[in-house]
């Protein structure tokens, strides 16, 4: 598939029948995006072959898009490596 957005669906999906306990880990200001929705891009991003951030951010739908910053993105995502 090459629709970015059914398989963030679909990937998402599965994250929340496991149910994991990783909303906000560490936040003190209710973020925009949920960790299971970064994990989600990041595992996405990895199934279709996106190697380069830049790419990921230009196909990156504009409702997922305008919830997180590039920056933003990369720290969270660090921290969230353990997951």
């Not at 029948?17 to 991003?45: A, F, N, W």
């Amino acid at each position: 598939m090459h629709n970015f957005q059914a398989n963030y669906n679909k990937i998402l999906k599965v994250l929340k029948e496991l149910d994991s306990k990783m909303d906000y880990l560490h936040q003190i200001r209710k973020p925009k995006l949920r960790y299971k929705e970064i994990i989600v891009i990041d595992l996405t991003s990895e199934y279709m072959s996106i190697d380069s951030e830049c790419q990921l951010f230009r196909i990156l739908p504009s409702d997922l898009s305008h919830k997180i910053e590039r920056s933003v993105y990369n720290r969270r995502k660090r921290r969230s490596f353990s997951f």
